[in-house]
């Protein structure tokens, strides 16, 4: 069955560094992966999406995510954090019948 | 413009009750969905419909029911509430049942049964 595993389930970093949110995927035919925000009290928003085609994929808010089918990866990364990139973070693959399948999510801490 | 909403926002209950909780999407889309979040943020699929057609039943206890009057309106209705449905329902739609389309979600509601 198609999975998610997100690595760490807080990460830190300072304003203006780079993020880099882990996803690794198990999935036994070619997967669609997502990446959603979600904001505190609000619903999820689309950050990016892999389907078919170009394994990077670049998103909303200067998000991007390269998928690697040899790492069974999907990471997350952004060259430059801002302090409104504070959220939680989640992965997910589709399983069939657009079965979302969500990662147990990476909260992003933002310094300044 | 709000594209998938759902009220109430807030939802406050005492054990044993029977409660609802709509959704509604102004996007024209087929695909309906409701998901549970946990208080770990553990999100989780409940239902899913297409065409006011159900298509995943990811089973939930039947004290929870769905109901699809039109395409444009999923909601969820649960009976003798217990305390672990305490929870954020979260109710999303995407244009067709196609693995590669986007969910849209709804801003969630929060019930919490005492």
């Known amino acids: 069955a198609q999975s998610v595993t997100q690595l760490g389930s807080h990460v830190s970093v300072s304003e203006g560094a780079l993020v880099l949110l882990r996803c690794n995927y198990s999935?036994?035919?070619?997967?669609?992966l997502f990446w959603y925000v979600q904001y505190p009290n609000q619903g999820l928003q689309l950050l990016l999406k892999y389907t078919t085609g170009a394994t990077l994929v670049k998103g909303i808010n200067g998000f991007e995510a390269e998928f690697k089918k040899s790492e069974t990866s999907f990471h997350l990364t952004k060259p430059s954090a801002h302090m409104s990139d504070a959220a939680e973070y989640f992965c997910?693959?589709?399983?069939?019948?657009?079965?979302?399948?969500f990662g147990t999510g990476t909260r992003l801490l933002v310094s300044p | 413009d709000t594209a998938v909403s759902q009220t109430p926002k807030y939802l406050v209950t005492q054990m044993g009750n029977d409660k609802s909780i709509k959704c509604e999407q102004n996007?024209?889309?087929?695909?309906m969905y409701w998901y549970k979040q946990d208080s770990k943020k553990f999100l989780k699929i409940m239902f899913s419909y297409n065409n006011k057609e159900l298509i995943i039943n990811e089973t939930v206890p039947n004290r929870f029911s769905p109901k699809s009057p039109d395409k444009a309106h999923l909601n969820l209705h649960i009976n003798s509430l217990e305390l672990g449905d305490s929870a954020v329902y979260f109710c999303a739609s995407s244009q067709a049942l196609r693995d590669q389309e986007t969910q849209y979600f709804g801003p969630g509601t929060r019930l919490l049964v005492l």
């Open positions: 997910a693959v589709v399983t069939g019948f657009q079965k979302l399948v």
């Open positions: 999935s036994s035919v070619p997967p669609y």
């Open positions: 996007l024209g889309h087929d695909t």
